[in-house]
């Protein structure tokens, strides 16, 4: 196997400087009832009770037996976390509250149009769903422990329904985003090896009911096309009884949900018992190379780990009305919407639509009229938010005692008027800093205990012990204003443990480059490169620049520019693609693409046209580029590399660096014309 491109920071990146911003005290009366109010919850995750420290978020959980090792490091980097332990993640989330909340609402549903009326789910009402639709897979879907079933789902309960069904009977879930393409979901159906599809007729976007059915067709096709075959389609209808889609249901393999699950009303299906080291689920992600990476999430770390995280960060307990405005097709929504707060047993609101759809009240008339108390978003939907309304959270009256960011770097500016505006500057602000491959939080602030920063994300969460490197394997110490590879030096419960099917390739992208000794069995030898550039500032607190890879993160989603471009080269008439990122005052970052035609071809709106198409077709809507620029040639190095530096420099308008080291310096000036005079 070709050894994995080891990511590079950029010359941007080394060179930081910005302004140190002012800290941020939460309230007397948030820090009364944190759940992490007294200091002496740091020390007891010192790095001298590293690994046991973790017993504490284990110990949130109900085990079937107990561990009795802590961590397992015998094969690095595989780690082991709560060994010989065994669990149920469905017992957990969901029976286990029976006995003293059974009709407490876990969810309570948003659905769009605004005129719909709000749906409460109980934890009974929970746990029936959850049990029969686990006797409709088992029995009529014909999966067991171990298999893998996929899943294209929107944003309604059916999705953690499915999600814990699947757990109930120890099947791993793969949710594929819902604003993913059918091509992009059929490539995660082959990868991990699914016969079963669940998905679901359509669902409300903008006010609008979207067709959805007809990608699960798609994305059938697309797994054919890479050899695995699904033999099931299991489509939740939105309105039961209802098809709200025009593609046609296909004789023997797809099936309603609430016409089969008639068959299964009543039945109970026991927790299959678990042993901790059991993959809870599969979240695919970009990352390097073309194929999306499987990442494979435990069963016993990683709940612990999020538990943990969603007591101590997002501050919950059980009396708390919490919503997370994510979606579930995304790690933020597995970890701390449906498996952390159902976990701690809360309330959590789960929307179907978007933040500014109608209008810019949408969210705040959401919070008063169901009480909201703790508001986790991204950056993105603040900045959307506070373009459209900035003033707008004063008309109503609710009250957050708490409010998370993630998913990308915050502004400063934007961050104080999340703080200002949105909190009432009464909500304790946390910057979460992660992603897919961590299961959980790395980078943040005990919310009671560590003052905010605009800007910066906080220190190593509880537990966690970030480095930062240089290129050259020294450590770049906090203060000293350079960036570096930030790392985190010790395996943690929530880490993946693999990616599917590919452990080779998981040694490599997360742990060959600063590995200290291939033989060590000492877990100090092994840090986890995290994949993003990162300064540490005199007092600790971790600000973190960006992605080093070949990643757009764009609105928090991330997006492999070699994904981009292999979906590009699908147009008939393009030779050469090349994807790069531009700044976007409301997305953070947005895609151009660059191409180069065949030979004789000459460049005009309809390729441009095709171009977009074919992202959209392979990766999804998400993935739309802002500008296709059709150019002469691409600056290449001697070696024929395209150099996506110098067209990043063009198109935004920054430095291309030096050029006299391409084949083709000429090349530079042409596109800068050609792209500049359009802007
Ligand atoms: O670059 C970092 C950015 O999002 C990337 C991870 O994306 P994903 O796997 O999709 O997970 C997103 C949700 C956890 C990271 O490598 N990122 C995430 N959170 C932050 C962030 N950048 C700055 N500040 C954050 N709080």
Redesign the pocket.
Known sequence: MAAEPQPQLSEAQIAVHWREEDYYRPSAKFVAQANAGDPAIIERFGEEHFPECFREYADLLTWDTYWHTTLDTSRPPFWKWFVGGRLNACYNCVDRHLATSRNKAAFIWVPEPEDQDTRTITYQELYRRVNEFAALLRGFGGVDTGDRVTFHLPMVPELPVSMLACARLGVIHSEVFGGFSGTACGDRIADSGSRVLVTMDGYYRGGTLVDHKAKADEAVAAARKLGQEVDKVLVWRRHPGQYASKSPMVEGRDFFVDEILADYRGHSVEPVSMPAEAPLFLMY?SGTTGRPKGCQHSTGGYLAYVAGTSKYYQDIHPEDTYWCAADIG???GHSYIVYGPLLLGTTSVLYEGVPTYPDAGRCWRIAERLGVNIFHTAPTTIRMLRKVGPHEPSNYDYHLKHMT??????EPEVWRWYHDEVGKGEAAVV???????TGGFL?STLPALQPMKPGS?GPGVLGIYPVIYDEDDNVVEAGSGKAGNICIRNPWPGVLQTVWGQPDRFVDIYYRRYCKDQDSTDWRDWPFL???GAVQAADGYFR?L??IDDVI?VA???LGTKELESATLTVAEVAEAAAVPVMDELRGRAVEMYVALNPGLAPGPEIEQKVAAAIEREIGKIARPRNVWIVPDMPKTRSGKIMRRVIAGISNFADVGDVTTLANPEIVDDIRHHVQSAK
């Open positions: 992600t995304w790690i933020t960011t993630v998913g990308e770097p915050i910057d979460t800093w992660w992603m897919t491959e980078g994300c995290c994949g993003d973190i960006g992605r993160n928090g989603h991330r």
